[in-house]
């Protein structure tokens, strides 16, 4: 192979094109299902479509600035995660890094093709395995320690207080009491994860107990070993690069929190920015869980109905449509073109390697 062939290639890390093909795929027809069902609901289709046309552009570019947070944010991010261990890569390989795990992340249930994506990059880049296996478990701890917090901290200032008003037009729930669950299950994921991760044994020996050493009982064991390595790993070198990496989410998660207030006041919609930061934190964190793409399908009922107290009916559909284009399609859209790119370059074994160390000895490994 030739000198400049890429370092994934001769790692023997590659990401499944297929998978690639069934993301976009299952993302794709999600959404359209989504979108069909707010169609039938509103009973108002030339009504719905022309809604669009009460869009303001001027406010296509705040926006646009917001969804640039999905690169630069998650950029930053990976950046001060690498910097302990002796990685020098440049600040904006890093944030295109971070936009392609985050279109990767836009098109797997909970997230879950963001991490294969970050290593995918971090290790055609010329980072070890062991490196990015350390940097994208970190990662993990990171965000569910920002978006725990984020709830935390979205209760303790009177969240639920400032949206008990709204009641959602599904089973009649109010917001306040949704965004109250979905904060505890989030906060209760996160801290299991983190206790988890800070001390494996005592979850081992009750898998073990309770499931025998099966496969899958094996996998969920080395992932956890993995997140404690990591921690180890940090805890010696890096508190700072954690502690500030928590606080750079601010970029990436706070931009999506906002972003929908901004696509509101694009439709001449004036409702308090704390009010509807708040429930998009609650979608946000509802998302999250569920079993399609970003939440395609169930997220294009959940906006309009978390929505519908501050628009008429006839703008839910271009709301939502625009809201979801900044938030997931743009990102999709050109961290797919990198994507591509990259695994074409792969194959034609033209890449580069681009990492510079402090220290040649890590370059193995993590130890």
């Known amino acids: 192979m030739p000198e400049s062939a890429s370092s994934s290639t001769q790692s023997g890390f590659r990401l499944p094109p297929g998978a690639v093909r069934a993301g976009i795929t299952v993302f794709v027809v999600a959404s359209l299902l989504g979108f069909g069902a707010l169609f039938l609901i509103t009973h108002d289709l030339r009504g719905s479509i022309e809604g669009f046309r009460h869009f303001d552009l001027r406010w296509a570019l705040p926006a646009l600035a917001l969804a ?21 890569l440049p600040y904006l390989r890093c944030a295109q890094i971070g936009g392609v795990s985050a279109a990767l992340a836009y098109l797997t ?18 980072v070890s395995l062991g490196q990015t296996v350390a940097t994208n478990f970190a990662s993990v701890i990171v965000n569910l320690t920002f978006l725990s917090l984020a709830g935390f901290a979205a209760w303790f200032f009177g969240a639920s207080e400032a949206i008990e008003h709204i009641r959602l037009p599904v089973a009649n729930i109010s917001a306040a009491t949704l965004f109250e669950w979905s904060a505890l299950g989030f906060a209760g994921v996160g801290v299991t994860v983190i206790l988890f991760a800070a001390a494996p044994r005592l979850p081992r020996l009750l898998l073990l107990r309770l499931a025998g050493r099966t496969v899958r009982v094996r996998k969920v064991l080395k992932v956890l ?43 001449g919609v004036e409702a308090g920015f704390w009010n509807v930061v708040t429930l998009h934190i609650l979608l946000q964190f509802l998302l999250y869980f569920m079993p399609t793409p970003s939440g395609t399908g169930v997220g294009e009922m959940l ?9 008429a009916d006839r703008l839910l559909v271009a709301y939502t449509a625009v809201w979801r284009f900044f938030l997931n399609y743009l990102t999709i859209l050109l961290g797919g073109a990198v994507l591509v790119r990259w695994i074409g370059e792969d194959a034609t074994g033209v890449s580069t390697g681009m990492v510079t160390s402090t220290d040649n000895g890590q370059r193995g490994g993590t130890s």
């Open 303 to 311: 906006a309009p109905a978390l929505m519908s107290p501050f628009l």
């Open 68 to 88: 640039s947070m999905d690169w630069f944010g998650s950029g930053l991010r990976i950046w001060l995660l690498t910097r302990p261990l002796g990685i020098r």
């Open 225 to 267: 070993q993995e997140l404690h390595g990591s921690l180890v790993i940090y805890a010696r070198k890096g508190k700072l690069a954690l502690l500030l990496a928590v606080l750079s989410n601010v970029l990436q998660f706070g931009a999506r929190f906002v972003l929908g207030w901004v696509v509101l006041r694009g439709f």
């Open 109 to 126: 249930p909970s997230g879950t093709g963001g991490g294969p994506a970050l290593l995918y990059g971090l290790v055609r880049s010329g």
